[in-house]
């Protein structure tokens, strides 16, 4: 009654979800908790870095590979990724270049606001759950599959509807029983708990408009994942070179250094190593959003959520309620989080349901259908020689 449904190019987002989980891990305990290093505002241009330098790293070798070989259709045959224009072969766009470059500004905008959102505003609440930003993350994936619908007017089907009826009541609950289970006090009141949640809300609303954006200028404008990837960079390098003079985080780095300049080396080496694994996260993430869905880019983001819960609670003061962990609060969650996370298999279809005709539109269904139909043509097309 299920059956595991594998797509092609399925490395792609192997290794999205591989980076995406030992950036986390590099930036919660390598970088916060044995460096001892909470300025978070420094990640922020860093990101941008790492978007950039491997955003043009592999549009300029991608661009000469083309160009020496002149081999176009193979290549775009093999990953699936179309350039704005080359010399051989000239794809038209449906926008204008300014509208094109005004939404990858927009969506470089969009990634920076939820940046800030996230380090300067949730980071705040330090009374809540650590995961608590994460194990929201299903709203992305609930608000990306309807603008995917409503805004780009792309079919969802009847596997995908469950899957997201799925998600919702995960959603709905898990914001239940952060209510019930939050201890609330002088330092944390409902409004100001109510107000956290409601960031976060935003954050994945900007998170989907950042993936929707991109999945637009993939489909109707046909650009170059690679060199999107460095156009946002560029932006973002701006909207944080600006941040930071508004914000200057340069005080709190030299008391860091003050404090640890026996650690120093290893934060400089930390900070190198977290530009590497953001520019090869987010490589892999707008591969995958071209070559697939938006939702299956956070789906790889979300998938690793119940590995997350289960360190953060057994290494960090987590599922915290009246001044002790709460199993009930870490199982419910983490049950929560692998419904989400089979259900974005199941609206991805890399599980494929075979009850109620859930199955009949996924791609694999689609593509047994289509070769069975090509084996009856190519029957009676025999046939019909035999009998001439």
């Known amino acids: 009654m299920i059956k595991i449904g594998l797509r092609p190019n399925l490395k792609y987002l192997i290794q999205l979800l591989v980076y995406t989980f030992v950036r986390n891990l590099i930036t919660e305990y390598l970088i916060g908790r044995l460096l001892k290093f909470g300025v978070r505002l420094i990640y922020l241009p860093l990101m941008f870095m790492g978007e950039f330098s491997f955003g043009l790293i592999t549009y300029l070798s991608n661009k000469k590979y083309l160009n020496h070989n002149n081999k176009v259709n193979e290549i775009n045959k093999a990953t699936k990724i179309e350039l704005i224009s080359n010399e051989s072969n000239y794809i038209e766009m449906n926008d204008n270049g300014i509208k094109v470059i005004l939404l990858i500004f927009f969506a470089s905008f969009f990634d920076f606001i939820e940046f800030i959102l996230s380090i300067e505003v949730i980071s705040k609440f330090f009374i809540c759950s650590y995961t608590i930003e994460s194990r929201l993350r ?25 899957s997201l009826i799925i998600v919702f009541i995960c959603i709905i609950i898990t914001i239940i029983t952060e209510f019930i289970f939050q201890e609330f006090n002088i330092f944390l009141s409902y409004s ?49 070179i600006s941040y930071i003079i508004y914000r200057n985080p340069l005080p709190d780095l030299n008391e860091y250094y003050n ?41 790889a983001e979300y998938f690793i959520n119940p590995i997350y819960i289960i360190i953060s609670f057994l290494f960090s003061d ?13 199982i419910i969650n983490v049950i929560l989080s692998i419904f989400i996370s089979l259900s974005g298999c199941i609206y991805n279809e890399f599980l494929i349901l075979f009850f109620c005709k859930l199955e009949y539109d996924t791609y694999n269904q689609i593509s047994f259908r289509a070769s069975l139909r090509n084996e009856s043509i190519l029957y009676e097309d025999n046939e019909d020689n035999l009998s001439d």
Do not use: W
């Open 259 to 299: 404090d640890n300049s026996n650690l120093f080396i290893y934060f400089i080496l930390s900070m190198i190593l977290y530009v590497i694994l953001s520019g090869f996260k987010n490589l892999f993430r707008i591969v995958t959003n071209k070559l697939y869905s938006p939702m299956a880019a956070v789906l």
């Open 138 to 162: 299903g709203i992305t994936l609930f608000s990306q599959a309807l603008f995917y619908r409503f805004k780009l007017n792309l079919p969802i089907y009847k596997h995908q509807k469950l």
């Open 318 to 330: 987590d599922f915290i309620s009246r001044g002790e962990r709460n199993y009930g609060y870490f």
């Open 192 to 240: 100001k708990f109510t107000f956290c949640i409601v960031m976060i809300f935003f954050i994945q609303i900007f998170n989907s408009f950042l993936d929707l954006i991109e999945k637009y200028l993939f489909e109707y404008n046909h650009v170059n994942p690679f060199q999107c990837l460095l156009l946002e960079g560029v932006f973002g390098l701006l909207f944080s």
